[in-house]
């Protein structure tokens, strides 16, 4: 009896051992959570590298965009117009009449005309440079209302070459565009004064001039009255009058 209970319990024991027990053939999943751990980080890594790479490539792109904005050239040049007016000015400058800008000229005008009055002569020759020096004042003065009447025509072009310069300068897209508008201010600035010394020049070529003809003609003055006064007195002659006997 004893013995059929024992060989109960056993069977009972190896029943229970084959249920637990699974087929040597069974897979387990194992989960590591350091394993996991690590290979998350390099992934991250990765992803990290590669965003970094994307805006490494982001910036050389707007660097490269930059690059060709700084190095694109003005759409617009206000140098003929500038040109002209100098053009202008210079040919208004090259009709002075008689007494030129020029040193030679000018040397040989004030040794013949501007001088002292000669001792001797006569009156139709003093009267011929008196005539001459007037001249030369009038057309001297003429010349600088010209000048000055170019210069003036020149205020409307010169303001409409600022405005589209200044225009420009402000909706410049790169440094190069700001620069090139920038220096064509500078260059309307110099025509600008270029102008401003002819109309200097030629008005003070009239007024010297005319300063000249005052001292001659005073100089000529005081020798025709020197001439004058050492003429021997009155004599006395016969005067027909009338064509009568």
Same mark, same amino acid.
């Given at each position: 009896?004893?013995?059929?209970?024992?060989?109960?319990?056993? *069977?009972?024991?190896?029943?229970?051992?084959?249920?637990?027990?699974?087929?040597?053939?069974?897979?387990?999943?194992?989960?590591?959570?350091?394993?996991?751990?690590?290979? $998350?980080?390099?992934?991250?890594?990765?992803?990290?590298?590669?965003?970094?790479?994307?805006?490494?490539?982001?910036?050389?792109?707007?660097?490269?965009?930059?690059?060709?904005?700084?190095?694109?050239?003005?759409?617009?040049?206000?140098?003929?117009?500038?040109?002209?007016?100098?053009?202008?000015?210079?040919?208004?400058?090259?009709?002075?009449?008689?007494?030129?800008?020029?040193?030679?000229?000018?040397?040989?005008?004030?040794?013949?005309?501007?001088?002292?009055?000669?001792?001797?002569?006569?009156?139709? *020759?003093?009267?011929?440079?008196?005539?001459?020096?007037?001249?030369?004042?009038?057309?001297?003065?003429?010349?600088?209302?010209? $000048?000055?009447?170019?210069? $003036?025509?020149?205020?409307?072009?010169?303001?409409?070459?600022? *405005?589209?310069?200044?225009?420009?300068?402000?909706?410049?897209?790169?440094?190069?565009?700001?620069?090139?508008?920038?220096?064509?201010?500078?260059?309307?600035?110099?025509?600008?004064?270029?102008?401003?010394?002819?109309?200097?020049?030629?008005?003070?070529?009239?007024?010297?001039?005319?300063?000249?003809?005052?001292?001659?003609?005073?100089?000529?003055?005081?020798?025709?009255?020197?001439?004058?006064?050492?003429?021997?007195?009155?004599?006395?002659?016969? $005067?027909?009058?009338?064509?009568?006997?």
């Amino acid at each position: 009896m004893i013995k059929l209970r024992h060989l109960a319990a056993v *069977s009972t024991v190896a029943l229970t051992l084959a249920i637990a027990v699974p087929p040597a053939s069974a897979q387990w999943i194992v989960y590591d959570p350091t394993n996991f751990s690590q290979n $998350v980080l390099t992934a991250a890594r990765e992803l990290q590298q590669i965003n970094n790479q994307i805006q490494m490539l982001t910036n050389q792109a707007t660097s490269l965009v930059n690059q060709a904005r700084n190095l694109a050239n003005l759409p617009m040049s206000t140098l003929t117009q500038l040109q002209s007016s100098i053009a202008q000015t210079q040919s208004l400058l090259s009709q002075a009449q008689n007494v030129a800008f020029n040193v030679q000229q000018i040397q040989t005008a004030y040794s013949s005309t501007y001088g002292a009055a000669p001792t001797s002569g006569s009156n139709a *020759s003093l009267f011929a440079l008196a005539q001459t020096r007037w001249q030369n004042s009038v057309g001297a003065f003429e010349d600088s209302l010209k $000048v000055q009447a170019g210069v $003036v025509g020149n205020i409307g072009t010169n303001s409409s070459a600022m *405005s589209s310069l200044v225009t420009a300068s402000q909706s410049a897209t790169g440094a190069l565009q700001a620069a090139q508008a920038g220096n064509q201010l500078l260059a309307l600035q110099s025509q600008q004064l270029s102008d401003l010394v002819a109309v200097l020049a030629a008005k003070g070529r009239a007024d010297a001039l005319q300063q000249a003809r005052d001292a001659a003609t005073e100089s000529q003055g005081q020798q025709q009255y020197k001439i004058f006064s050492t003429r021997s007195g009155y004599q006395p002659g016969n $005067v027909t009058m009338f064509h009568g006997n």
